[in-house]
C-alpha cells in the first residue's frame, strides 16, 4: 500500500521530464550562452575584475570554487550548475537586463534574450523540483513545455544557435525510469536553494544600491538648492545701491 503511495504517475512525469529539460538543455544552453559572451580562457581574470561584485552574492561553496585561495580559477564551463550559470551571465556577460530588470517578471512583449533567460528562471522555481510531491497535469505540461520550447527558438535565433530546439523535442516523448524521476527531481531540488538565496542577496544588494542612489540624489538637490540661495543672495546684493560720501 506505502508503494502505491510513491508509485510514479503521468503527473509525476510530467513534473520530472519538465525537470530534465530545465536540467540537461537550459544548462547546456546557458553555458553556450556564457562562453558567446566570455570565452572559456577570458573566464579568469573577468572572475578577477568582478571579484568584489561576485562575492557578494555567490555562497560559500561557489566562492570556494570560483576563486581558489592560491591561484585562479582553472576549471570548465561543463562544471557549472544551472544556478551558478544564472549568476555569471546576469552578472558579468554584459547582456543587458530586460525592461523590467534582472530578476523580475518581464514583459509579455520583452523578447530580448535576457527576459526570456529569467522567464526560464520562473518556470523552474514554480513548477520544477519538490521531489516529495511532484505532480504536473498534462495541460500545464504541454503549455510549459511549449513555452519553453519557443523561449528556445527565440534565443537561438537572436544568438545564431542551433540544437536546442531538437534536444527539447526529443526529450518531450523519452521513456523516463522511476529510477530517473527521482534523479531528475532531487537535483532540481538541490538546485532551487542556491537560486533563492541568491536572489534573496541581489534582492537586499539592489534594495541597497537603490538607498544610497536616493541618498545621492538628496545630497546633490541640497547642494543644488544652496546654490541657488548663494546666487539669488550675491544678485540681490549687487542690486542695493551703493552710498558714495564726498570729503570737502
Given at each position: ?133 511532484a505532480s504536473l497535469d498534462d495541460g500545464d505540461f ?24 531538437d534536444a527539447i523535442n526529443f526529450l518531450e516523448n ?16 538541490d538546485q532551487q536553494v542556491t537560486i533563492s538565496d ?51
Amino acid at each position: 500500500m506505502a508503494q502505491c503511495k510513491y508509485a510514479s504517475t503521468k503527473q509525476t512525469t510530467n513534473a520530472a521530464r519538465l525537470s530534465r529539460v530545465v536540467i540537461d538543455v537550459f544548462t547546456d544552453l546557458f553555458r553556450e550562452i556564457l562562453k558567446l559572451h566570455i570565452t572559456e580562457i577570458q573566464f579568469p581574470f573577468v572572475l578577477q575584475e568582478k571579484r568584489d561584485k561576485l562575492c557578494a552574492i555567490l555562497n560559500k561553496n561557489q566562492k570556494e570554487y570560483l576563486y581558489p585561495v592560491k591561484d585562479l580559477f582553472t576549471g570548465t564551463y561543463k562544471e557549472f550548475d544551472l544556478s551558478l550559470l544564472y549568476i555569471l551571465i546576469r552578472n558579468v556577460s554584459g547582456i543587458p537586463s530586460h525592461q523590467h530588470g534582472w530578476g523580475k517578471t518581464p514583459k509579455p512583449r520583452d523578447r530580448s534574450v535576457s527576459a526570456n533567460i529569467d522567464r526560464v528562471r520562473e518556470i523552474r522555481n514554480k513548477n520544477c523540483g519538490h521531489s516529495g510531491s511532484a505532480s504536473l497535469d498534462d495541460g500545464d505540461f504541454h503549455r510549459l513545455w511549449q513555452e519553453l520550447r519557443f523561449i528556445i527558438g527565440e534565443i537561438e535565433a537572436a544568438l545564431k544557435l542551433t540544437t536546442y530546439t531538437d534536444a527539447i523535442n526529443f526529450l518531450e516523448n523519452e521513456t523516463m525510469d522511476p529510477e530517473q524521476q527521482e534523479m531528475y527531481l532531487s537535483i532540481i531540488d538541490d538546485q532551487q536553494v542556491t537560486i533563492s538565496d541568491v536572489k534573496g542577496t541581489q534582492d537586499i544588494l539592489m534594495k541597497e544600491q537603490k538607498r544610497q542612489n536616493q541618498e545621492i540624489e538628496k545630497q546633490g538637490e541640497k547642494l543644488c538648492r544652496l546654490e541657488r540661495q548663494s546666487k539669488k543672495a550675491n544678485n540681490e546684493q549687487r542690486k542695493k545701491p551703493t552710498c558714495v560720501v564726498f570729503l570737502i
